[in-house]
């Protein structure tokens, strides 16, 4: 097929009235008593950030920058989950321990060196969630000392990863003025906006 074939659209200049963006994703204010999906980022209609197991650890850091997360899934070629890596699995002392029990330098270190293995995360079902409140969300990453949590969902008889929790995001929906990548810190500013609801 030649792009000959396809005819242009026709192109106009903005008007001097404006032009304004619709359906804008701004994340509401929320509090406990909401939805828990009010605070999830459903991939079901955004992308997941992801990276392969192989890739290095500093690569693994840049796309956080560059995609504005804290976390990464690690998928397999097929897609599958095969672990997941934080900000707090990059920058802490994880990676500086692995390299020295392995005899390499930091830099060598790869995704799967120190992701988190499928075989150690937990999920919660869509089905849970769809009938939780915020506060919900909020007590189970506390309980499990983790600043996400995956949500998945049965389809097709397949599981898949549908929604992803992070407690930064849901502290920025909470009026919660982030000043820390301690995570208890952060728990205890949501508990303090949750009992003043």
């Known amino acids: 097929m030649s ?8 192109q106009q200049a903005i008007p001097a009235s404006g032009c304004f963006v ?11 008593l909401n939805p828990a999906i009010d605070v999830m980022t459903d991939l079901r ?9 192989e890739a290095s650890i500093e690569r693994a850091h840049q796309m956080m920058l ?16 095969a672990g997941l890596i934080t900000a707090a699995d990059i920058l802490g002392e994880k990676p500086v321990q692995i390299a020295q029990s392995q005899g390499v ?6 995704v799967k060196d120190i992701m988190v293995s499928n075989a150690k995360i937990q999920v919660m079902n869509m089905v849970d ?3 939780s409140q915020v506060g919900n969300i909020v007590t189970t990453l506390k309980e499990a000392n983790r600043a996400h949590a995956l949500v998945v969902d049965e389809t097709n008889g397949k599981l898949s990863l549908v929604g992803v929790f ?3 995001q849901i502290a920025r929906q909470m009026g919660v003025q982030i000043q ?12 303090a906006v949750i009992a003043g609801v």
Request: net charge positive.
């Open 3 to 10: 792009i000959e074939k396809f005819k242009s659209i026709k």
């Open 22 to 32: 619709l359906n804008t994703y701004t994340p509401s204010n929320v509090t406990a």
């Open 45 to 53: 209609k955004t992308s997941s950030a992801s990276i392969s197991p």
């Open 66 to 81: 560059q995609r504005g997360v804290r976390m990464l899934l690690a998928t397999a070629d097929d897609y599958s989950i």
């Open 105 to 110: 330098k930091r830099g060598e270190l790869k």
């Open 129 to 131: 969630v769809a009938n």
């Open 166 to 168: 992070s407690a930064n």
């Open 180 to 191: 820390t990548h301690e995570m208890a810190r952060t728990f205890a500013e949501i508990e």
